[in-house]
């Protein structure tokens, strides 16, 4: 069993950034995948980074060159470094990784791009 804790979200304006962090209770070092998503009110959960074994990573067209993600093995963490942020990126962040064939989500993390 493993539980993941996302922090770092808040407010921020256009153009500003913000990192997320997913801090696991256990090892993360085997996991399948990992990855981020985001959910707006009325609106469904989306993906928005995903990083596969061998730390292959990808991202939704509408973050590509803003969104970066990546982990520390060490720290049991897995972050989204978030750059130019829109007011459409206004959502609630979740975290999620896959192991043993088993997936975990964290609680969230609220983001809001506003002025």
């Known amino acids: 069993q493993v539980q993941l804790v996302e922090s770092g979200g808040g407010l921020v304006q256009p153009g500003g950034s913000l990192r997320l962090s997913c801090a696991a209770s256990?090892?993360?070092?085997?996991?399948?995948?990992m990855g981020w998503y985001r959910q707006a009110p009325g609106k469904e959960r989306e993906s928005v980074a995903w990083m596969l074994s061998g730390d292959k990573t990808g991202y939704t067209d509408s973050v590509k060159g803003r969104f970066t993600i990546s982990r520390d093995n060490g720290k049991n963490t897995v972050y989204l470094q978030m750059n130019s942020l829109k007011p459409e990126d206004t959502a609630a962040y979740y975290c999620r990784v896959t192991l043993e064939g088993s997936d975990y989500w964290g609680q969230g993390t609220q983001v809001t791009v506003s002025s």
């Open positions: 256990g090892s993360i070092f085997r996991a399948n995948a």
